[in-house]
């Protein structure tokens, strides 16, 4: 199998499914992934290079955020055109899987191509990118930046929840050491960032 010319047309797929997306899920991010998946690949050594590689480019082109339910079968017309057989056995699996957001998980959950990407897609949301992607995603659909809880300890909705609803519990969902250990920091950085944001608020 020739590598260099499915890589070409899964970004080319990639880049145009993702064009109107908010700045945190731009082509940077998709490039970040790539690049986290495969430093952690480098250690664990799991994962077979193309696949990871292939799922890493593709991971966000049906993101339901952005997508209707058509995107996956879309995915899957592009896969088949490419004409690389047993695509479409695994690659719409992994990234139905790797999203947070999907409760409705099915399949292989043990891939290890999905092992490295949701740890790679995770530490993306989280450390000082993680941070700026969220503001990102909150002002994109004009989410306050923060409101404090009320008489009972509630928070509505905002994107400083979003750091307890998703961004502190990601260190713990790490799903390889490496990842775990790369988690470590950038939670840190995560706490500290909210030190000073509640000091700046409370001033
Ligand atoms: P996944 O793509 O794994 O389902 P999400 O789409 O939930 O994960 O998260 C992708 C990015 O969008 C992350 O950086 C995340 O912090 C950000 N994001 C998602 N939902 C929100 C939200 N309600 N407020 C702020 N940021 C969000
Ligand atoms: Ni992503």
């Known amino acids: 199998m020739d590598h260099i010319p499915i890589i ?18 731009d082509w940077w991010h998709v490039l970040r992934v790539r690049k ?19 799922a890493a480019i593709l991971h966000d ?8 339910s058509e995107a996956y079968a879309e995915l899957e017309n592009f896969l088949e055109s ?4 047993g695509l479409n056995d695994r690659l719409p699996g ?3 899987n790797v999203s947070f957001s999907n409760k409705n998980k099915s399949g292989n959950l043990s891939d290890p191509v999905l092992m490295v990407l949701q740890d790679a897609d995770r530490l993306d949301a989280i450390g000082a990118i993680g941070i700026a992607r969220a503001f990102s995603y909150g002002s994109s ?3 306050p ?19 307890y609803d998703k961004l502190l519990r990601i260190k713990d969902l790490m ?13 840190k950085f995560l706490d500290t960032y909210l030190e000073q944001f509640y000091r700046e608020w409370n001033v």
């Open 82 to 85: 490419t004409g690389v057989p």
């Open 8 to 25: 070409a047309l899964a970004e080319a797929y990639a880049k145009d499914k993702m064009k109107l997306y908010d700045p945190g899920h």
């Open 175 to 187: 799903n390889t050491d490496t990842g775990r250990k790369m988690a470590g920091e950038r939670h």
């Open 61 to 68: 082109v049906a993101d339901s955020k952005f997508n209707n």
């Open 94 to 96: 992994i990234i139905k």
């Open 36 to 54: 986290l998946s495969i430093s952690i690949n480098m250690i664990e050594n799991i994962a077979d290079p193309l696949i990871l590689d292939l």
């Open 141 to 143: 659909r004009n989410n």
């Open 145 to 163: 930046i923060y409101l404090p809880p009320d008489e009972h300890g509630a928070m509505e909705p905002s994107t400083v929840r979003h750091f």
